[in-house]
């Protein structure tokens, strides 16, 4: 159905994630500039595979959390036929920051010592602008039911988090999804919860949300959601604390995932309604 994203293996028809394929792994050598678009205060580094990231640091605000959130919902993502950055995780030395003038930048590196996460760069990408850019319904459609799975709640007018470049969609930013990690002793409920899509970039673009759904829920497999778990490294789930082990923290995000999509009843109806209401405006 979809073609499998460059660099990872197919697990089967429409599997955009490899199968015991691990993230790769680069080691920083630069640290560029940082860049105060996010409240997390992502940085643009080098690496030794000569490769340029923007790179998610596992010392801000919402710490490995949304690192997590990160890979899982942008691995989900690249499953759903949608275009992602290639991610990395991104070993960083702290011996990097005295060399940089800012104390806030130097804080930040000292506290993000070991993997962080890395966002290939796309030079030349231009932000999402709603008032001029389009996205066909079937594409609108599948952004609009994964966010409804994940609960983003960070695509918005104000701040779409996509990117055009060489004239494709690239979905970016990711951390505020899976917000139910941040309590677990409610995350039963929250998988129950509608998704509220009024301020959502695309609600007005006649996404065929009900379509989407017919094509993407069966992809999402428990096989599937393991694989793409399974990329998570595991010294960023050393602060779920919640379970014995790191083998129940990883089994504990698939069940949600697979609690959220069988409950698919308490939140699809609504944002397709909303889609189809929006689309006739």
């Known amino acids: 159905m979809f073609p499998p994203p460059r660099g990872y293996l197919s697990c089967g028809p429409g599997h955009g994630v490899g199968c015991g394929v691990v993230l790769p792994r680069v080691q920083v050598t630069r640290y560029v500039t940082p860049l105060r678009e996010g409240g997390s205060l992502p940085g643009l580094m080098e690496a030794d595979d000569l490769g340029t990231y923007v790179v998610k640091f596992r010392g ?21 036929g949608l275009r992602v950055p290639d ?5 960083l030395d702290p011996a990097l920051a005295p060399g940089e003038p800012d104390q806030e930048i130097q804080d930040l590196l000292r506290a993000s010592g070991g993997l962080n996460l890395g966002v290939d760069f796309l030079p030349g990408a231009l932000d999402f602008d709603v008032k001029s850019a389009r996205v066909d319904p079937d594409t609108a459609g599948r952004i609009l039911w994964l966010d409804g799975l994940t609960v983003n709640a960070d695509r918005s007018w104000r701040n779409p988090n996509m990117l055009l470049w060489h004239g494709q969609l690239y ?10 990690q941040h309590r677990w002793s409610s995350a039963a409920a929250a998988a129950q919860r509608p998704y509220d899509a009024a301020q959502h970039v695309l609600i007005g673009c006649g996404g065929r949300v009900e379509a989407a759904d017919s094509e993407l829920a069966p992809l999402v497999t428990a096989d599937l959601l393991a ?3 399974a990329q ?18 990883r089994q504990a995000y698939c069940d949600w995932l697979l609690a959220r999509l069988a409950a698919r009843s ?3 109806p609504g944002l397709a309604a909303l ?3 929006r689309s006739t405006r």
């Open 60 to 80: 801000a605000g919402q710490g490995p959390k949304a690192l997590i959130a990160e890979v899982i919902t942008g691995l989900l993502a690249r499953a759903c």
């Open 87 to 91: 991610l990395v995780t991104v070993d």
């Open 171 to 180: 979905l970016i930013d990711h951390g505020a999804t899976l917000t139910f």
């Open 227 to 229: 694989g793409i778990v």
């Open 232 to 249: 998570v490294p595991a010294e960023w789930l050393a602060s779920e604390t919640e379970f014995g082990t790191e083998a129940d923290a």
């Open 266 to 268: 308490a939140w699809l």
């Open 275 to 277: 889609a189809a209401d």
